[in-house]
């Protein structure tokens, strides 16, 4: 070969090295952008300014054109924004950190048209790394995980690109250049291929060093969790309609895995903020904390806050929590919590029951606590006698109201003759007579619960609870609104609660003497879902997310240590079962085996037919839960007495079908007493009416005698034929 073709065949070669590594680093940037953006943190403006320039310079690369910024514009814009990044800082942003995401993608841009030496790229390798860095401080999602991954991705084909550019310029041997373009292509595919095997190498390794690095706090990666405009709904401070607004989003709240309880069997209220102030807008709530004492094992006693006196018998329950980082400092916890354990150095407490963490270096993520679910009987609150502590009166404290509020009060308790008669007709007036939207009015009104009762009738759970709590107080019943969360689903793969931003709920906490506060909701409600179908896949995905968010972002000294200890333990019983199992049946299964042989090849259609046989039973087996639910709801429509609410919504649902085909469809919107008034058949709007009746007994009041009674009344309902 002569020096000409030799010195061509470098160019030729250095060329291609050259085009595949501007590529590369261009998808590293890229990579790592959008690694950064899937945060949700960035703010509009940043993403669609950053997403066009590095569209264009995509374009630019895709056509095989350059265009570099001279060094003097380059200059003039870096000190530009050093002006610029202070005034972010101090007028925009109002965040160092935000400020300086702002200043390294303005620095990623400003180099990407305008890489003149060999440190340019070098620097864009570095803030790539810095841009995902800043993701991992921005979020704690587990779509980190897998953007993540492909950055390493980008990162390793870039920094071997890297280094065969290096090598093929400083070479002192020309390579002889390739006959034809088949060795380019193997070049891109052996990258391709070695790549993503050293990614999970470089994955496995970083693993194994995670899990085993020694922890001697809790949590790292936790601190860096950000808040959201959600802890607004629960602070002290609460304008009427907030809940509303949080109940627009689906995001995942927290997890409550309950001891025991494997098949979804709670339907629950998550406890938050009680609030006992209100301005005919805001709720507020006026009460001082005071700090907890932690017991000898390391528990926080919570059953002073829960109840006034101890009740006969006790329902205890143990859970277990993770929250999601919603910006908040309030334990979610169920009725009337006994104890409280957690990393948490310190914990208050107010008057109204609601529990604080103080630790600021512990925000709240992982929990577990003990709550007793006993309430008094209905008997026991209609005898419930005796003054009201002056602690208590604060709850009676009403705002300028519409007059036709108290008289509301007072002809739907006309027939009532003690407090929980009347705190139970409200209830069942607000929850029967009234309908439930999220859609509110754009115009805000002046009296926001006159509104409601009078005029729209129709509302989220916020207007309820207001609504039932004002009235109490019109009545000389003290109460309260409580904020929090109910249940929203239960995945069946991890045995927890997946409890959502959409669940935030409010409801009616009222006092009675000598039994303190008890709950009522007023809110028309529907029973705990379960996912079917497609919606199973969510449930999948959120497996993953609980499992990334527990044994990755708050990976502490417990976790490392329940993790060591099930390992030892695992791997020492799988060992000895697999040692005595081998021992005790080598031999015997190779007698089994040879007379298996030896009736398979008698008679061959006789064991096919087997085969069938067990492929349909493994079938059955397959849809055994859908053959159980189904017997469940045949034994539960049989048997409604032995669970009056669930066996009143599957009848209800059964009736509501039957109508459907006979032409009176039930909007989603329309309460039972709405719905009545759409049947012009006198008679069969009778006949529907009694149902609805027993019905709602037995939904909303637990009467078994009234569930009893629905098979009847459904039989009657549709016994009726039409000519």
């Given at each position: 070969?002569?020096?000409t073709?030799?010195?061509?065949?470098?160019i030729?070669?250095?060329?291609?090295?050259?085009?595949?590594?501007?590529?590369?680093?261009y998808?590293?940037?890229?990579?790592?952008?959008?690694?950064?953006?899937?945060?949700?943190?960035?703010?509009?403006?940043?993403v669609?300014?950053?997403?066009?320039a590095?569209?264009?310079?995509?374009?630019?690369?895709?056509?095989?054109?350059d265009l570099?910024?001279?060094?003097?514009?380059?200059?003039?814009l870096?000190l530009?924004?050093?002006?610029?990044?202070?005034?972010?800082?101090?007028?925009?942003?109002?965040?160092?950190?935000?400020?300086?995401?702002?200043?390294?993608?303005?620095?990623?841009?400003?180099?990407?048209f305008?890489?003149?030496?060999?440190?340019?790229?070098?620097?864009?390798a570095?803030?790539?790394f810095l841009m995902v860095?800043?993701?991992?401080?921005?979020?704690?999602?587990?779509?980190?995980?897998?953007?993540?991954?492909?950055?390493?991705?980008m990162?390793v084909?870039?920094?071997v690109?890297?280094?065969?550019?290096?090598?093929?310029?400083?070479?002192?041997?020309?390579?002889?250049?390739?006959?034809?373009?088949?060795?380019?292509?193997?070049?891109?595919?052996?990258?391709?291929?070695?790549?993503?095997?050293?990614?999970?190498?470089?994955?496995?390794?970083?693993?194994?060093?995670f899990?085993?690095?020694?922890?001697?706090s809790?949590?790292?990666?936790g601190?860096?969790a950000?808040?959201?405009?959600?802890?607004?709904?629960?602070?002290?401070?609460?304008q009427?309609?907030?809940?509303g607004?949080?109940?627009?989003?689906t995001?995942?709240?927290?997890?409550?895995?309950?001891?025991?309880?494997?098949?979804g069997?709670?339907d629950?209220?998550?406890r938050?903020?009680?609030l006992?102030r209100?301005?005919?807008?805001?709720?507020s709530s006026?009460?001082?904390?005071?700090?907890?004492?932690?017991?000898?094992d390391g528990k926080?006693?919570?059953?002073?806050t829960?109840?006034?006196?101890?009740?006969?018998t006790?329902?205890?329950?143990?859970y277990?929590?993770?929250?999601?980082p919603i910006?908040?400092?309030?334990f979610?916890?169920?009725?009337?919590?006994?104890?409280?354990?957690?990393?948490?150095?310190?914990?208050?407490?107010?008057?109204?029951?609601?529990?604080?963490?103080?630790?600021?270096e512990h925000?709240?993520?992982?929990?577990?606590?003990?709550s007793?679910?006993?309430e008094?009987?209905?008997?026991?609150?209609?005898?419930?006698?005796g003054?009201?502590?002056?602690?208590i009166?604060?709850?009676?404290?009403?705002?300028?109201?519409?007059?036709?509020?108290?008289?509301?009060?007072?002809?739907?308790?006309?027939?009532?003759d003690?407090?929980?008669?009347?705190?139970?007709?409200?209830e069942?007036?607000?929850?029967?007579n009234?309908?439930?939207t999220?859609?509110?009015?754009?115009v805000?009104?002046s009296d926001?619960?006159?509104?409601?009762?009078f005029v729209?009738?129709r509302?989220?759970?916020?207007?309820?609870?207001?609504?039932?709590?004002?009235?109490l107080?019109?009545?000389?019943?003290?109460s309260?609104?409580?904020?929090?969360?109910?249940?929203?689903?239960?995945?069946?793969?991890?045995?927890?609660?997946?409890v959502?931003?959409?669940?935030?709920?409010?409801?009616?906490?009222?006092?009675?003497?000598?039994?303190?506060?008890?709950?009522?909701?007023?809110?028309?409600?529907?029973p705990l879902?379960?996912?079917?179908g497609w919606?199973r896949v969510?449930?999948?995905?959120?497996?993953?997310a609980?499992?990334?968010?527990e044994?990755?972002v708050?990976y502490?000294?417990?976790?490392q240590?329940?993790?060591g200890?099930?390992?030892?333990?695992?791997?020492?019983?799988?060992?000895?079962?697999m040692?005595?199992w081998?021992?005790?049946?080598?031999?015997?299964?190779l007698?089994?085996?040879r007379?298996?042989?030896?009736?398979i090849?008698?008679?061959?259609?006789?064991?096919?037919?087997?085969?069938?046989?067990?492929?349909?039973?493994?079938?059955?087996?397959?849809?055994?839960?859908?053959?159980?639910?189904?017997v469940?709801r045949?034994?539960?429509?049989?048997?409604?007495e032995?669970?009056?609410s669930?066996?009143?919504?599957l009848?209800?649902?059964r009736?509501?079908?039957?109508l459907?085909r006979?032409?009176?469809?039930?909007?989603a919107?329309?309460?039972?007493?709405?719905?009545?008034?759409?049947?012009?058949?006198?008679a069969?709007?009778k006949?529907?009416?009694?149902?609805?009746?027993?019905?709602?007994a037995?939904?909303?009041?637990?009467?078994?005698?009234?569930?009893r009674?629905?098979?009847?009344?459904?039989?009657?309902?549709?016994?009726?034929t039409?000519?």
């Amino acid at each position: 070969m002569s020096s000409t073709s030799a010195g061509q065949s470098v160019i030729t070669l250095a060329a291609a090295i050259e085009r595949y590594f501007q590529v590369s680093l261009y998808l590293l940037v890229l990579t790592a952008f959008g690694t950064l953006a899937s945060t949700g943190t960035l703010d509009a403006p940043t993403v669609v300014l950053v997403g066009i320039a590095l569209l264009i310079r995509g374009y630019l690369l895709s056509t095989r054109r350059d265009l570099q910024m001279p060094t003097r514009v380059t200059n003039f814009l870096t000190l530009a924004y050093g002006v610029f990044y202070l005034a972010d800082y101090s007028l925009v942003s109002h965040s160092f950190l935000t400020a300086t995401v702002h200043l390294v993608l303005f620095g990623m841009v400003v180099r990407l048209f305008s890489v003149h030496k060999e440190r340019d790229h070098y620097m864009l390798a570095v803030l790539a790394f810095l841009m995902v860095l800043a993701a991992a401080v921005l979020t704690v999602d587990s779509v980190f995980l897998l953007a993540f991954a492909g950055f390493m991705l980008m990162a390793v084909v870039t920094f071997v690109l890297m280094e065969m550019r290096r090598s093929s310029q400083t070479a002192n041997i020309p390579a002889r250049e390739p006959s034809d373009r088949l060795t380019y292509r193997r070049m891109a595919f052996f990258l391709a291929g070695t790549s993503p095997v050293l990614v999970l190498l470089i994955l496995a390794g970083a693993s194994a060093i995670f899990f085993l690095l020694p922890r001697m706090s809790v949590g790292y990666l936790g601190s860096f969790a950000g808040g959201s405009d959600m802890a607004t709904g629960f602070s002290d401070h609460v304008q009427l309609g907030r809940i509303g607004q949080i109940q627009q989003s689906t995001s995942v709240v927290m997890h409550v895995q309950i001891d025991g309880d494997t098949h979804g069997s709670y339907d629950l209220k998550w406890r938050g903020v009680a609030l006992g102030r209100f301005d005919g807008k805001v709720w507020s709530s006026p009460t001082e904390q005071f700090p907890l004492s932690r017991q000898d094992d390391g528990k926080f006693p919570l059953w002073h806050t829960a109840r006034e006196t101890v009740p006969k018998t006790i329902r205890p329950i143990h859970y277990r929590v993770l929250m999601e980082p919603i910006g908040t400092n309030i334990f979610f916890l169920a009725a009337r919590p006994r104890f409280l354990n957690g990393t948490y150095r310190s914990v208050a407490a107010d008057r109204a029951g609601a529990i604080y963490d103080l630790d600021l270096e512990h925000p709240v993520s992982l929990y577990d606590a003990d709550s007793d679910l006993a309430e008094p009987t209905s008997q026991d609150l209609r005898s419930a006698s005796g003054a009201i502590p002056p602690q208590i009166r604060e709850y009676l404290q009403l705002p300028m109201l519409d007059p036709r509020i108290p008289e509301l009060a007072r002809k739907i308790t006309a027939t009532a003759d003690n407090p929980f008669d009347q705190a139970a007709a409200i209830e069942r007036h607000l929850m029967t007579n009234f309908g439930y939207t999220l859609e509110m009015s754009r115009v805000a009104p002046s009296d926001p619960l006159a509104d409601f009762l009078f005029v729209r009738k129709r509302g989220h759970c916020e207007y309820f609870a207001s609504s039932m709590a004002i009235m109490l107080r019109t009545l000389g019943i003290p109460s309260r609104v409580v904020n929090g969360f109910r249940t929203s689903e239960f995945n069946d793969l991890t045995a927890n609660y997946v409890v959502r931003a959409s669940s935030a709920h409010s409801w009616v906490e009222a006092y009675f003497p000598g039994y303190g506060w008890i709950s009522f909701d007023p809110t028309p409600g529907t029973p705990l879902g379960s996912a079917t179908g497609w919606s199973r896949v969510s449930l999948y995905v959120d497996a993953m997310a609980s499992f990334w968010r527990e044994w990755v972002v708050d990976y502490d000294a417990n976790h490392q240590k329940t993790l060591g200890e099930d390992a030892m333990q695992g791997s020492r019983s799988l060992i000895d079962g697999m040692r005595n199992w081998a021992q005790r049946h080598y031999a015997r299964m190779l007698e089994r085996a040879r007379r298996a042989q030896q009736r398979i090849s008698q008679s061959p259609g006789r064991w096919s037919a087997g085969a069938i046989l067990i492929c349909v039973l493994l079938g059955m087996v397959a849809n055994a839960r859908a053959w159980l639910r189904w017997v469940r709801r045949r034994r539960l429509a049989r048997h409604p007495e032995k669970a009056p609410s669930q066996a009143a919504a599957l009848w209800y649902q059964r009736m509501l079908r039957w109508l459907d085909r006979k032409g009176w469809k039930k909007a989603a919107v329309q309460t039972p007493s709405e719905f009545l008034l759409r049947i012009e058949d006198p008679a069969m709007r009778k006949r529907v009416e009694d149902f609805t009746r027993a019905y709602e007994a037995a939904r909303f009041g637990e009467s078994s005698e009234e569930a009893r009674r629905l098979p009847a009344l459904y039989e009657e309902i549709t016994s009726t034929t039409e000519n």
